[in-house]
C-alpha cells in the first residue's frame, strides 16, 4: 500500500525505476528513510521496454557469470547478495538453467521487484515522467532513468552540466519459441558440460554450422537490410560488450567464429568425430522453458531480414520468433568529470546518478551503482559520513572507474571516457600476487592467471566484509 506523500526533509526521491533506481529505492528504504520512486511507464514508454514493471530486462536475461572466485561479475554477485541486494534477491527467486551464468524469467523477475518496492510501507511509486530537472524543494535526489532518459530531462541535464552527452547504441538480441527449433538437428549442452546455478551442463540449445552454413550466413548478415540512422545518430558509436551480429560480421570472416559462434567446448551427439565450423547458441529465457534467446545475436537488420536470415541457420530453419531484435540509442554522462566520488553531480550536489547513464555497463554493474548511490543518499541523509568501498572491492573498482578511475587526455577528447563492465582489470594489482599453489609447486601459465583471480576476489570479500564493520554500521554524527 502505497504511503501519503512525503514531506519530510530526510525522503529520498529516485527518477527511473530500472534496476539501478529499484536497487536505489530499497537500500534508502532499509536505512529507515522514505523515498518517492518515479516511474514515467506506462504513461510515457519507450522505444525498448513493452511493459509498465519494474526493473524490466529489456536486453538479455543473462547476469552473467555467477563464479565468485573466478569471475569478476560473480564477485560482484556476491558482494550485492551481502549487503542484502533487492535485485539479486529476485534474480536469485527466478533463475532458469544457464550453464555457469545466472540467468533468469524475466517477467517473474521484474514482478518480483515490483512487489518487494510495491508493498514496502516507506516506498512510494508514483507514475508520471520527470520532464526537466527535479524540484529544487527535492532536496536528495537520485537520477537512475538510464541509457533511455526521456528527452526534457536529457536536455536539461545537458544544460545544467553544460556537456554534450555522450551516446552509443544498444542491440537486443531475439527470442524464440522452444517447440519451433527443431532438435534432430540441433543438442542441449552447456560449453564444456559446465554445471551453473539452476543448470545441469545441458543447459544451451546448439545449432551448428558448415564452413559453408556460416560463409554463407556471415555474408547475408553484411547485406541484409538494415534500419536507417537518423541525421543525428550517424556518428554515435556502439558499445563493444553490444555489438550487433551484423557489426561483429563486417569486422572479418572470422570474428564471429571466435565470439558468439565460437565452437569450442561442444560435441555434436549427431555427428560427434566431426567438429562444427561454427555454433549457434540459444539460452532458457523464461522459467517455463518455452521461450529461447539468441545469444550474442543483438542486431539491428530490419525485422524482415532478421526472419529471413536467422532461418538459414541449421535447426532454426521453421523458427518462431516471440520477439525480434531492435536497437537503440543509449546516453551516458562524463562522469569522471561530472561526478564527485560519491555519485553526486558537481554543479548540483543535490542530483545523484546512477545505472547505466553513469558509464558503467551491463544489469548488474547498473544496479551495483544504484545499491551505491542508495547507501551514500541514506548515509548523507541520517548524517553519517559513508566512505566508498574499498577499490580492491568489485564495487569499489567498478565506482573508481566512474568517477576517478578514467584519465582524459588532451587527444583523446570527451569520447575517451566509454561504459565499462567489470572486470578484473579495474581491481589494485596485488601486493603478493600468488607463485605456487597448495603443494608448493610453481604456477605458470593459465593455473597462474586462474590463482591470481581467486586472490583478487578472496580479498575483496574480505575487504568488503572489514568495510561493512568499520563504516556501513558506523553511528550517525553527533
Not at 521496454?49 to 569478476?72: I, K, M, P, W, Y
Not at 562444427?276 to 522453458?289: F, T, W
Not at 568501498?389 to 568489485?394: E, I, K, N, R, S
Request: proline share 7%; glycine share 10%; aromatic share 6%.
Amino acid at each position: 500500500m502505497a504511503i501519503s506523500s512525503p514531506t519530510t526533509s530526510d525522503t529520498v526521491h529516485v527518477v527511473g525505476a530500472g534496476l539501478a533506481g529499484s536497487e536505489g529505492a530499497w537500500q534508502v528504504a532499509r536505512a529507515g528513510l522514505r523515498v518517492v520512486l518515479h516511474e514515467m511507464r506506462p504513461h510515457q514508454m519507450t522505444a525498448a521496454h513493452r511493459t509498465e514493471g519494474l526493473a524490466e530486462l529489456v536486453c538479455s536475461n543473462s547476469f552473467r557469470s555467477d563464479d565468485a572466485r573466478n569471475n569478476a561479475v560473480g564477485l560482484l554477485h556476491a558482494e550485492m547478495r551481502r549487503l542484502e541486494s533487492l535485485i539479486m534477491r529476485a534474480a536469485d527467486a527466478n533463475q532458469v538453467p544457464a550453464g555457469g551464468a545466472l540467468a533468469v524469467d524475466r517477467d517473474g523477475f521484474s514482478q518480483a521487484v515490483t512487489e518487494a518496492l510495491r508493498t514496502h510501507p516507506l516506498i512510494e511509486i508514483r507514475r508520471g515522467e520527470v520532464a526537466g530537472l527535479p524540484p529544487q524543494d527535492w532536496a536528495r535526489v537520485i537520477v537512475a532513468t538510464g541509457p533511455l532518459t526521456s528527452a526534457p530531462l536529457a536536455e536539461a541535464i545537458r544544460d545544467l552540466t553544460d556537456e554534450g552527452a555522450l551516446a552509443f547504441f544498444d542491440a537486443i538480441a531475439p527470442i524464440v519459441h522452444r517447440d519451433s527449433i527443431d532438435m534432430s538437428v540441433a543438442w542441449m549442452q552447456s560449453r564444456y558440460d559446465k554445471v551453473g546455478p539452476g543448470g545441469n551442463g545441458a543447459d544451451y540449445v546448439n545449432c551448428p554450422m558448415t564452413r559453408e552454413q556460416y560463409e554463407s550466413f556471415v555474408a547475408a548478415l553484411i547485406a541484409g537490410d538494415k534500419i536507417d540512422f537518423k541525421e543525428w545518430e550517424a556518428d554515435t558509436p556502439y558499445f563493444d560488450g553490444c555489438l550487433p551480429i551484423e557489426v561483429m560480421a563486417e569486422r572479418g570472416p572470422e570474428t564471429l567464429r571466435h565470439g558468439p559462434l565460437k565452437p569450442v567446448g561442444l560435441t555434436d551427439p549427431n555427428n560427434p568425430t566431426v567438429k562444427p565450423y561454427a555454433i549457434v547458441q540459444l539460452r532458457q529465457d523464461n522459467k517455463l522453458g518455452t521461450l529461447y534467446n539468441m545469444v550474442g545475436f543483438q542486431t539491428k537488420l530490419r525485422h524482415g531480414e532478421q526472419t529471413r536470415i536467422f532461418r538459414t541457420i541449421p535447426g532454426l530453419e521453421n523458427a518462431e520468433f516471440a520477439r525480434l531484435g531492435g536497437l537503440h540509442r543509449n546516453t551516458f554522462l562524463n562522469s569522471p568529470k561530472l561526478l564527485d566520488g560519491e555519485l553526486r553531480l558537481k554543479a548540483q550536489p543535490r542530483l545523484r546518478f546512477a545505472g547505466q547513464m553513469t558509464g558503467c555497463e551491463g544489469y548488474v554493474e547498473s544496479a551495483g551503482i544504484g545499491l551505491l548511490a542508495g547507501l551514500f543518499a541514506a548515509a548523507e541523509a541520517t548524517g553519517r559520513q559513508l566512505a566508498p568501498p574499498p577499490p580492491t572491492t568489485a564495487l569499489g573498482a567498478l565506482l573508481g572507474h566512474i568517477t576517478g578511475g578514467h584519465i582524459e587526455t588532451i587527444d583523446a577528447g570527451p569520447r575517451s571516457f566509454q561504459p565499462m563492465n567489470i572486470n578484473f582489470g579495474l581491481f589494485p594489482p596485488l601486493a603478493n600476487p600468488p607463485t605456487r599453489d597448495a603443494d608448493g609447486k610453481r604456477l605458470r601459465g593459465n593455473d597462474k592467471t586462474i590463482a591470481k583471480k581467486q586472490a583478487i576476489s578472496a580479498r575483496a570479500l574480505a575487504d568488503l566484509e572489514t568495510w561493512i564493520s568499520d563504516r556501513l554500521r558506523a553511528p550517525a554524527a553527533a
